[in-house]
């Protein structure tokens, strides 16, 4: 079975400041790898997602994220925090292309400062 | 708009009645899937379904019921509600080989128990 375990429960950034979650996961098979974004009382958008190929992968609103094998890992950047990414985000993990069940990481809270 | 629609956003339940979350897609999705999210714990799987007629079980099925009687609907019910049962309810769905078309999430039903 596979898990995400998401290192911070919340993490406050300045405006223009790096934004990093980290995001881990257990997997028996190769993994899929998500992140969505959930803006206040909206459901779950996708961000970008990880199946096969590069492992650098790019998204909407400037975030992207790194997939390494070797250290489990999936994290999320964006250069520049930008107010509009305040949010609750969270990563996901699917064992391939066949398996339709989504397990969520508990999900990390990002505030920005002005 | 194409989409996955939840009905109703916003219910109040005593104790011990029962209910039925709705949950309708109109973008021909084979997979249909309900998850509660809970504040620390991300979203939780509770019963999925891969087809019409089919369903199964996911992470915390104890208490739902489901159905699939057509492609487009996926209906949750609850039995006998409990206070443990408050929580924020999403559908979602996706295409044959979900991982690799992404999961459409709706925007959610907000429910207590009291």
């Known amino acids: 079975a596979q898990s995400v375990t998401q290192l911070g429960s919340h993490v406050s950034v300045s405006e223009g400041a790096l934004v990093l979650l980290r995001c881990n996961y257990s997997?028996?098979?190769?993994?899929?790898l998500f992140w969505y974004v959930q803006y206040p009382n909206q459901g779950l958008q996708l961000l970008l997602k990880y199946t096969t190929g590069a492992t650098l992968v790019k998204g909407i609103n400037g975030f992207e994220a790194e997939f390494k094998k070797s250290e489990t890992s999936f994290h999320l950047t964006k250069p520049s925090a930008h107010m509009s990414d305040a949010a609750e985000y969270f990563c996901a993990v699917s064992e391939g292309s066949n398996d339709y069940k989504l397990s969520f990481g508990a999900g990390t809270t990002v505030t920005v400062r002005a | 708009n194409a989409g996955v629609t939840q009905t109703p956003k916003f219910q109040v339940l005593k104790t011990g009645q029962s209910m039925t979350l709705q949950c309708a897609q109109d973008?021909?999705?084979?997979?249909m899937s309900w998850y509660r999210q809970d504040p620390g714990m991300g979203l939780r799987l509770i019963h999925y379904s891969v087809g019409a007629g089919i369903t199964d079980q996911g992470e915390v099925p104890n208490g739902y019921n489901v159905s699939r009687s057509t492609t487009e609907d996926f209906p949750l019910r609850l039995l006998s509600a409990a206070p443990s049962q408050t929580s924020v309810y999403f559908c979602?769905?996706?295409?044959?080989?979900?991982?690799?078309?992404?999961?459409?999430f709706g925007s959610g039903t907000r429910l207590t128990v009291v």
């Open positions: 997997s028996s098979v190769p993994p899929y």
């Open positions: 973008m021909n999705h084979e997979y």
């Open positions: 979602a769905s996706s295409a044959q080989g979900g991982a690799n078309y992404g999961y459409t």
